[in-house]
């Protein structure tokens, strides 16, 4: 794996390591749709703040390898975020993010002020019988709609002084933000049922 390149799964049933169980295990195809519609996306990051749509800086997508040719709904938005700048102080950014729909999920790209660039995917795929070396039992019997993991990849671009808060902000919220979207997923198809 690339440096400053980090890959977290987020898996249904419960696995070891970065893994968290979708609540309820709501089916794939409500993960995907979720995801696609975008908002939950920006809306359940912890440090957000508020956003606004905004025109799609094409140059800058088309130059970007990134971003897929056969991706669909582009679309670019201003976040504005509160972060911490030195312990106990607090301040606002805002800075463009553009993502782009995917088969099976979403890509985005972040660039915030200080340099800082963050390319994410998350992908819903069919959960391996093997994750990594030595683990067996990926599936458990009984699972119906829980055979799929959700994977998120994330590379981050930034100066060295940066990256170790940038790094620690992010993950934390990434993980939030996903724990909150399979949350808002799993109430979803909990209400279609009833």
Not at 23 to 45: D, G, K, N, Y
Not at 158 to 166: A, D, G, Q
Request: charge should be neutral; aromatic fraction near 6%.
């Amino acid at each position: 794996m690339e440096p400053n390149k980090r890959r977290l799964i987020y898996a249904s049933p419960p696995q070891p390591h970065d893994s968290h169980p979708p609540p309820q295990h709501p089916p794939p195809e409500a993960v995907i749709e979720t995801l696609q519609s975008q908002s939950p996306v920006i809306r359940h990051q912890p440090l957000v703040t508020r956003y606004e749509k905004v025109p799609v800086p094409l140059d800058s997508v088309v130059s970007d390898a990134h971003f897929l040719e056969d991706g669909s709904r582009l679309a670019c938005y201003k976040i504005y975020e509160k972060v911490t700048v030195v312990p106990g102080v607090k301040k606002e950014i805002s800075f463009p993010a553009v993502l782009q729909n995917i088969p099976n999920g979403l890509r985005s790209r972040a660039e915030a002020p200080g340099g800082v660039r963050v390319w994410s995917e998350w992908l819903v795929v069919p959960r391996p019988e093997e994750r990594w070396r030595g683990e067996h039992g990926g599936k458990l019997e009984g699972y119906v709609e829980g055979d799929y993991d959700l994977v998120e990849t994330t590379r981050v671009e930034t100066s060295r002084m940066l990256m170790p808060l940038v790094k620690g902000q992010m993950e934390g919220a990434h993980r939030d933000m996903v724990n909150k979207m399979l949350d808002e997923v799993a109430q979803k198809v909990g209400r279609a049922k009833m």
